[in-house]
Structures are given as C-alpha cells and as structure tokens.
C-alpha cells in the first residue's frame, strides 16, 4: 500500500491552520495514523485510526477520512509545531508517506 | 518514563555484520510488541522488523529477510537486531519502537528510541 502525502512543504505564520493530506492507494479503511518529526528526533505519535488523539496530543490536533483519503488539520500553529509529518497505515504491515514539512512563513 | 536507547551502530563495509541494541525502560518490556525501524534519506521511513510480546512471532520487510533476525531477551529488557551480509543500501538511522498496547500485535509504535547510525560503506 502506497501513501502520497501533500503538499510536500507547506509554508504557513503562527496562529494559522494547516490541513496535511494523505491518500492511499488502496482503502486502509481507518487504520491511518500521524506522526510528527523534528531534526534531530524520533517521530512522535499524534493521531492513531484516522482520528484518535495519541496520550497528551493537544486538541488542536485533529484528524480525519476513512478509506484512501485522509486529513491532519493542526488550528492554530505554535512555533514548535513547525516540523515534518508523516502518516503511516497499518492496514497491512506498515507503511509511511514520504512527509510534509510545515515550515514557518 | 519509557525509555528505549538503541546503540551498536557503526561504519561497517558491504558483506559484514553488526548486531544492534535496543534497552528498555519505564514500561513492561515483556507485555509489548516491539518493532525496528530505519530512516534513509532515499527511503524515508521503513518498518524493518517486528517482535510479539512472547517472541512467538516474527516477522520482517522483504528487502532484510533473511539477512537480519530480531529478537528479545526479556531479563534483561532488551531488543536486538542482528544484521548480517549488509549492503550500501542498508545505510540508516534505526529506531526502535514499542506498540501502543500491551499483549497485542497493534502496528501502532507509540515510543520510539532517539536511533542509532548505520553506516555501510568500504
């Protein structure tokens, strides 16, 4: 299973919403998940099964879709949130989109 | 507070072998299901390899089976990875990972280690 990830950066101020896409190439029904990576760190589970926030995720973290495509929308950036995500299904065995990076405007 | 610190990698030249560790702690080792992952710049993120909570079942990406073998020594709350016959390609970061719950097989890595570098090159 293929996941393509848009758009690849995505440039966006503090105190903006950003909506990261994720679309696979077959239905993973709900089995969709976000991770969020900054330099130098390990990738961080946000979002688990399309919309489940991971333990202490703040809310302005939400995702959403079911079937091959999906939404993380982030309302209102703080500066730590600028970094690279990735989604991930576990559908069949794992595996990753090639990221969007949030960069700061 | 779970930890998971990996260590064992180095520079090592195409054919060879390396064995990489990973020790646990905050958590119930035993209860989990733990994976390896790498990160490439040409691949990205990779599952490579995962272990179920009473090592019954393991299973790996096709591009290591047969060369690597993962297991557990739960004593002494560790994961290990043995790679053997490694290729340029090879080259990474590896993480490892704990799954969300325990006593499950979940895919759902939700603590990883900060990794360890791999580098195969002559």
């Known amino acids: 299973i293929v996941l393509t990830q848009s758009p690849a950066t995505l440039s966006l101020s503090p105190g903006e919403s950003a909506t990261l896409s994720c679309r696979a190439s077959?239905?993973?029904?709900?089995?969709l998940a976000w991770y969020q990576q900054k330099p130098g760190q390990a990738p961080r589970l946000l979002i688990y099964?399309?919309?489940h926030r991971a333990t202490g995720i703040p809310a302005r973290f939400s995702g959403s879709g079911s079937g091959t495509d999906f939404t993380l929308t982030i309302s209102g950036l703080e500066p730590e949130d600028f970094a690279v995500y990735y989604c991930q299904q576990r559908k069949n065995y794992f595996t990753f989109g090639q990221g969007t990076k949030l960069e700061i405007k | 507070e779970i930890r998971l610190v990996e260590s064992g990698g180095i520079v090592v030249q195409p054919g060879g072998s390396l064995r990489l560790s990973c020790a646990a702690s905050?958590?119930?080792?035993?209860?989990?299901?733990m994976y390896w992952f790498r990160q490439t710049p040409a691949m990205g993120l990779e599952w490579v390899s995962q272990i179920t909570w009473d090592g019954s079942g393991t299973y790996y990406a096709d591009s290591v089976k047969g060369r690597f073998t993962i297991s557990r020594d739960d004593n002494k709350k560790s994961l290990f990875l043995e790679m053997k016959n490694l290729r340029p390609e090879d080259t990474g970061l590896y993480y490892c990972?704990?799954?969300?719950?325990?006593?499950?097989?979940?895919?759902?890595?939700?603590?990883w280690g900060q990794g360890t570098l791999v580098t195969v090159s002559s």
């Open positions: 077959q239905s993973i029904s709900t089995y």
């Open positions: 905050g958590f119930t080792f035993e209860d989990y299901t």
């Open positions: 990972a704990k799954d969300m719950s325990s006593l499950q097989l979940q895919l759902l890595p939700d603590s």
């Open positions: 099964d399309s919309y």
